[in-house]
């Protein structure tokens, strides 16, 4: 039986990302530039909002 995906990340696990350091995640999240959600008393970001802010960064880079 295959494990479940990861399908969220707690934000300070967001930062073993390459070049992305806590504090970075935690003041996207303060300005909701970064989708999360809550759940119980954690936040979590989901990995697709990770892709998709950088996809629109690198769309806003190129104009």
Avoid: F, K, N
Wanted: glycine fraction near 4%; hydrophobic fraction near 40%.
């Amino acid at each position: 039986m295959a494990p479940w995906p990861c399908l969220t990340r707690a934000p300070a696990h967001g930062a073993d990302r390459p070049h992305l350091r806590a504090s970075t995640l935690y003041d996207l999240l303060r300005t909701r530039r970064l989708a999360s959600l809550t759940i119980g008393r954690a936040r979590r970001i989901p990995t697709h909002a990770l892709a998709d802010y950088v996809q629109c960064h690198l769309e806003d880079a190129s104009r």
